[in-house]
């Protein structure tokens, strides 16, 4: 698993922006900038619609103001879906990517089965990433929404 001090690996995840299909690569997404990155198991689900991002969207302005240039939520969906989600939830300040196939999101060590419920998803985490490097990461505990909220991350800036 991915631990603080640590380089983000390299890999590639989605966005739908403005009709195109858009590939990042994460040494471009991380590069050279303060990056809050969190990660929730799906889209509309319960915690992550009612608390999760909500907690982000309403904090960004507070996460710009301590130097954070770039605010990501990642999920083992794809981009079609993360875009919807973004658009409910009015995250048009938040990058909404998609790891489509679980694949960075197993790099990063941080998956976890959920059989019937989806398949393989990611764990709820939060990070601050810091020109590449993990600066601070913060992995939920099964069933758990405590050390990953906007609020916690806020804290550790």
């Known amino acids: 698993m991915i ?18 299909m858009v590939t990042h690569q ?5 590069a050279n900038k303060k990056v809050v990155l969190f990660a929730v198991p799906g889209a509309f689900t319960p915690t992550c619609s009612a608390a999760h991002l909500p907690g982000y969207v309403v904090s960004v302005d507070e996460l710009k103001a301590k130097g954070v240039d770039e605010i990501i939520c990642l999920s083992v969906n794809d981009a079609f879906v993360m875009q919807a989600w973004g658009e409910s939830q009015n995250a048009e300040n938040i990058m909404m990517l ?14 976890m089965d959920t059989g019937g419920f989806g398949g393989i998803r990611s764990q ?34």
């Open 98 to 111: 998609a790891d489509g196939d679980g694949s960075y999101t197993k790099t990063l060590g941080l998956s």
């Open 3 to 20: 631990q603080q001090h640590d380089d983000m690996p390299k890999g590639e995840l989605q966005q739908l922006l403005n009709g195109e």
């Open 26 to 30: 994460t040494s471009e997404l991380f």
């Open 124 to 157: 709820r985490y939060a990070m601050i990433i810091d020109n590449g490097i993990v600066t601070s990461l913060h992995v939920e505990a099964a069933k758990s929404f405590e050390v990953s909220k906007a609020e916690v991350i806020l804290d550790n800036l």
